[in-house]
C-alpha cells in the first residue's frame, strides 16, 4: 500500500515505426503536455517495426509486433517501481490498438481515434487531413467501425510523404489548401491532422483556417490524462 | 508578446445550477486535474440558474441564462489579467451548450459530450447510468443528434434525485445494481455516470463491475486540457 | 358530457418573437386552414421572446418563454370555456418543442419537424431552404436527432434576412435559385421551405421547379387538425 | 379560371381490397375529417383487388392494380367537374405507392408512410401493432426503405386476422396487452395501428395505455388536407 | 433416396419481360457459369410480362405475375424428375423478389441484391450504372430497405434505353463515360452494372477504369450456386 | 493467346492456421465446388501461422504473414504454368483481408465478409454463432466497418472452442440451442456460422431450426467462382 503511493506512473507513446528521430519529434511535440505532479510521458520506438507505417502490409506488421511492446513497457516500469498507467500508439493508422487492449489493463488509447473523438467535441463536420491517399480507404473503414461515419465531412490527402512533409517548406501550405477544400467544398467546421508528425502545423492552420484543428497525438494524451 | 507569456490560462467549470454546494463538491473532484503549471480551473455557480437541472424547463433556462455567465467569466479573467482559455458546462444535460459556442471564441465542452466521446475510446458499447428516467429521451435525442446512437448500449435511471444520490448510503448499491444490468442484458463493456454529482461512485463502480467507467466532467476536464 | 360538446377546441400557433406584425401574416396564411365547423386556430405572440429567432441565444431564450406562453393559452382557452386543443411553434428552430411538450397534455408540434416529415412523404430527399447560413448547423443537429440526416438532399441558406425575405423584390428569385441548387447540384426531389415566413412563396416556388414545395407551418397545422 | 373556382377538391381514398363493407367502415371512420368548405373525402373500393390485402402476393397484386385505378379515379373527377386532388391508399403495406405517384400528378399518400411519420411528431420511439406477424419482416424493409428505422420501437402482431378484429369482443384486449408489450419491453412512447381497420380503437387504447397513438388512415387524410 | 441422387437439380433464371430475345442472350451470358456435373441452368421469359421493366407500373406487373411463374417452374421440374434448386430474377428491379420467395421454399436471388452484395466485396464504395435516370429514386429506396446506402457511391443513368444499349455503338464509351464518372467525382471503387443485359461490357469496362466491374447476374448465379 | 487457353485457374483456399489438419478438413469440406471445367481450388495451410486463430494476437499474427503467403501462391501458380485466379480467406476473422488485397490484382475474399453478405441475400436480420465470445466485439466492429450492422440480429458464442466443436459430441446440439435463441430471442431469419470448421453442422442446423443457413467458407468460394 505504501509502496502505491510512491510509484510513478507514466504514459507509454508507442512510436510504431522504427525511426528514433520520429520518436524524438514526438517526445518534444509532447513536451507541454508534461506536468511536475503528472505523470511521466515516455516515447518508444517499435524498435523491429516498419520504417513508416503506410502500407496495409505496415499496419499489419506493426499491429502485430506491438503486443509484444506493451509487455516490454509493463516490465519495464515494473522493473522501476513505475507504474504503466496508460498507453498512446501513436500511429493515425490505430495499428495494434485491439492487440494492445488484450495485452494490458491498463487503458489504450489510438490517436485516429481519439482524435476523431475530440474533434467530435469541437464541430460538427471533421475533415481529415491525411498523407497519402492509399491510406483513405482505411481511414474510411476504421471511422465506419467507430460508427462516427456520419460526423465525417471528408478525408483528403496532401499528397506528400512523411519526409517531405518534415523538410518541404510547401507543407504548410499544401495543408492549408488542403484543409480550405474540406471546409469550403466538404463542409468542414473542424479539422484533424491525420498524422502523428503533423503536430508543429496545428498552430498555423488554425489561424489560417479560422477552424479549431486537433492533433490527434496530444488528443489522445490528454484523454489518457483523463484517465489517471 | 511579453504580457502574453504571463497571462494565467483559466478552464471555467460552469455548474448551471443555483446550489453552491453543488459546485463545491464539484471543486473537490476536480483536484486531482489541477497542476502547479497548468491552467487554473475555476468552479463556478450560475447563481439565477434553476436549483437543479431536471426538467426540460430547467435545461432551457439554464441554457438561456449560461450565455451571460460565459461572457462575464471572459470579462472576470480579463480584469485579472487572465484568460478564459476553456469552458465546461458541468451538467449532463449539456444545456446551453451552443449558446456558450456561439459566445465565446474559447473551446466549450459539455460533460454529456465529452464523456460519452471519452467512453467511445474505453469500450465498444456505452451503458450510461442516468438520475432520473424522465431524463432518458432527452439523452437520446442528445446522443442522436451526435450520430452516436450506434455506440449506445443502453441509458438506465437509477430512481433517486440528486439529493438521495449524495446523502444516501444505498446510492453506490443502486448504481452498481443498475450498471450490471447495462453490462449482462445490454451489452455495455464501458459506463458513463449520467450526472455531474457521481464523481466519487467512479472508481468504487470501476472496481466492482470491472469495466471502464468514465466520469463526464474529468472525461470534459481532460478534454479541454487537451486545447492548451 | 353536454358541456363538453360545446367547448370549441383551439389550436394555438405561437409565433416565437416578438413581432405582432409576424404574427398577423401567420395569421393570414392560416386562414385556408380554416373551417366552419373545424377548431379555432387563433395566432399568438411570445410577447417577451426575441424580436427574432436568428441565434442560438434567440432560440435558447424563446425555448424557455414558450413554457409559459402554453400554460397561459391554456388557461385563455379554459377562462372562454374552450379548450387548447393542440398547439404548433411558428419557428423553424423548434424553439422549446420538448419544453412545452413537458407543459401541457395536449399535443405540440414545431414546424421544423411536422415540415420535415411532411416532406418525406413527397419525395426522397429533401432539400431544406434556410434564411441565414449560421442557423444551418443548428438544423443538421436536429435533423440528426430526428434520425432523418438520411433523407436530407441538403441545406442551403438564400442569405437575407427575414424583412428582406418580407420587402425585397428579389427574394423569389434567390428562392427560386437556391431551390434549383439543391434540386441539381445536391439531387432533392422535395423542397421544404425553411421559415415561418416564406408561405407566400410556396406556389410560385412549386410552380417554377416542377418539385413539391412544403410550407412548414402548413405542414405542422395539417398534423394538428390530424389529431382533432 | 371561373371554371377553375367552381371545382370541387376530392381526395380519393382507394381501400385496395375488393371488400365493400371494409370501403364503408373507412367512410365512416373519415366522417370527422369532412368540413362544409373543405374537399370531398370519397372512399373507393379496388374491385378486382384482393379480397384482403395479408401476403406478398396480395401486395403485389394490388399494388399492380392500383395503377388503373388511380386513372379511373381521375377520369371520375373530371367527367363530373370535379378534380382529384389528393389520393390516400388505405392499406398499411402502402400497397402501389410508387406506382400510383408515377400515374399521377397530384399527391398520394400511403397509410403506412403518413402514420409513421405523424407518429414520428408524437412520441421518440414508435412500436407499431400489426394484424400478422407474417407482415412483419415486410413492414421492417419498409421502414428501412424510409430510412427511419432507428425510430422504430418494434413491431408485434397481434395475431389475429382482420375478421376477428371486428367481430371479436376481444380485440381491444389484445390490442392493449400487444400495445404494453411495445411500451414496456421495447421503450415505444407513441403506437402506430398497423392497419387500416383499427380506428375504432384509437381512442380506447390511448386512454387505457396513457401514450399518443396514431391511427394511419387519419394521418395520411390529415397531411392530404394539407396539400390543399 | 436413390431417387434423390438422379434427380437434377434446375437454378431457373426468369427473365421478367416478355423479350425472348433477351432470354436468349441471358442464356448465352450465362454459359460460363455451366458445368457438367453442376446444376442445368435454365432461361425463361415471362412470357404475360411487360415488354421491358422500365416503369414502376411495369415492375409492379412483373412483380405480381412471377408468382405464377415461380409454381409453374416447380411443376415443370418435377413434371421431368427434376428438382427447382433455386431462382434468380433477372431484372435490377428485383422485381417480386419477395413475393417468388414466399411462393417456393428454394432461394431466390434478385440481381440487384446479389449483384450490390458482391460488390460490398470487392470494393468500399459501390457505384451503379443504371440505363435510365428514372429508375434511380426506385434503386435509392431499394439499397436503403436493404440498409446498404452507407456503401453506395452513387447511381447514375446513361440515358439510353435496353435496345439502344445493344444496337448502339457508342454504348460501352457511354458506360465508361459514366463509370469514371463515378469513380472520380463519386469515389466508387467498385462498379456494379445496374441492368441483365450488360454483361457483355463487363470486361471491356474493367479493362478501361481499372477498377472491379460486378455484372449482377453472374453475381445471382455465382450465389445460387453457393446454395446448391 | 494460345497459352492463355491452357493456363488453369487456381482459387487458393488460405487457412490462415497452422494446423494441416484443419486444412484438410476445408479441402473435403469444398469438394463439392470443384467441377471438371472449373478452377482448380486448393486449401493452403499458413504454416508459421498460429495453431488457431482465437485472440487479437492471433488475428494480427496472422494479418502479417498472410501477405508473404499470397506471393508464394502466385510464384507457385506462376511456376506450374497456372495463374492464381482468385483467393479465400479461411477465418472468420478476415485476418489480413486488405493486406492479402494489397499483395494481388486477383479478387481475394473474406470468409467473414463474403459469409454476412450472402446471408443478408437469404434473411432480413443475420444471427451469427460464433466460438467464443471474446471474439464478438471484434465481430461487431468488423460487421460496422463493413457498413451491415443494421441487418444484425445478434452475435452469440457457443462457448467451445474449436477442437471441442470438432471431437464434441454435444457440438450439434449447443449449435441449435445457440442458432434458436437467435431466432427466438433476437429475431434472427437466417444464420451464419461463424467459424471456417462449421460446414458439416450447416445441413443438420438448417434442417432442424427451419431457417437457412450459411456457410461462410462455401459463401466465399462460390463468390470466388462468380469472378472466373
Given at each position: 500500500m505504501r509502496r502505491k503511493k510512491t510509484m510513478t506512473k507514466v504514459i507509454y507513446v508507442i512510436n510504431?515505426?522504427?525511426l528514433a528521430a520520429v520518436t524524438q519529434r514526438l517526445d518534444q511535440a509532447l513536451e507541454a503536455m508534461r506536468s511536475p505532479n503528472g505523470p511521466l510521458i515516455r516515447c518508444i520506438t517499435l524498435e523491429d517495426g516498419p520504417p513508416g507505417v503506410q502500407t496495409q502490409q505496415d499496419v499489419d506488421r506493426a499491429a502485430y509486433l506491438v503486443g509484444a511492446q506493451i509487455v516490454a513497457c509493463e516490465q519495464e516500469a515494473r522493473s522501476q517501481?513505475?507504474?504503466?498507467a496508460a498507453f498512446v500508439l501513436a500511429c493515425f493508422s490505430d495499428s495494434g490498438l485491439f492487440h494492445a487492449r488484450e495485452r494490458t489493463r491498463a487503458p489504450v488509447f489510438g490517436i485516429a481515434e481519439s482524435g476523431f473523438l475530440t474533434a467530435m467535441s469541437r464541430g460538427l463536420k471533421v475533415g481529415v487531413i491525411s498523407i497519402l491517399s492509399s491510406s483513405i480507404p482505411r481511414h474510411l473503414r476504421y471511422f465506419a467501425s467507430m460508427m462516427v461515419t456520419g460526423r465525417l465531412a471528408g478525408d483528403l490527402a496532401i499528397g506528400m510523404g512523411v519526409e517531405a512533409l518534415e523538410s518541404n517548406a510547401g507543407a504548410c501550405e499544401r495543408l492549408v489548401e488542403t484543409g480550405r477544400q474540406l471546409i469550403e467544398k466538404h463542409g468542414a467546421d473542424v479539422l484533424l491532422l491525420g498524422c502523428a508528425g503533423m503536430t508543429p502545423f496545428r498552430e498555423p492552420l488554425e489561424r489560417e483556417l479560422a477552424v479549431p484543428v486537433v492533433d490527434p497525438t496530444i488528443a489522445a494524451v490528454a484523454m489518457a490524462l483523463g484517465t489517471i
Amino acid at each position: 500500500m505504501r509502496r502505491k503511493k510512491t510509484m510513478t506512473k507514466v504514459i507509454y507513446v508507442i512510436n510504431p515505426n522504427s525511426l528514433a528521430a520520429v520518436t524524438q519529434r514526438l517526445d518534444q511535440a509532447l513536451e507541454a503536455m508534461r506536468s511536475p505532479n503528472g505523470p511521466l510521458i515516455r516515447c518508444i520506438t517499435l524498435e523491429d517495426g516498419p520504417p513508416g507505417v503506410q502500407t496495409q502490409q505496415d499496419v499489419d506488421r506493426a499491429a502485430y509486433l506491438v503486443g509484444a511492446q506493451i509487455v516490454a513497457c509493463e516490465q519495464e516500469a515494473r522493473s522501476q517501481g513505475d507504474v504503466a498507467a496508460a498507453f498512446v500508439l501513436a500511429c493515425f493508422s490505430d495499428s495494434g490498438l485491439f492487440h494492445a487492449r488484450e495485452r494490458t489493463r491498463a487503458p489504450v488509447f489510438g490517436i485516429a481515434e481519439s482524435g476523431f473523438l475530440t474533434a467530435m467535441s469541437r464541430g460538427l463536420k471533421v475533415g481529415v487531413i491525411s498523407i497519402l491517399s492509399s491510406s483513405i480507404p482505411r481511414h474510411l473503414r476504421y471511422f465506419a467501425s467507430m460508427m462516427v461515419t456520419g460526423r465525417l465531412a471528408g478525408d483528403l490527402a496532401i499528397g506528400m510523404g512523411v519526409e517531405a512533409l518534415e523538410s518541404n517548406a510547401g507543407a504548410c501550405e499544401r495543408l492549408v489548401e488542403t484543409g480550405r477544400q474540406l471546409i469550403e467544398k466538404h463542409g468542414a467546421d473542424v479539422l484533424l491532422l491525420g498524422c502523428a508528425g503533423m503536430t508543429p502545423f496545428r498552430e498555423p492552420l488554425e489561424r489560417e483556417l479560422a477552424v479549431p484543428v486537433v492533433d490527434p497525438t496530444i488528443a489522445a494524451v490528454a484523454m489518457a490524462l483523463g484517465t489517471i
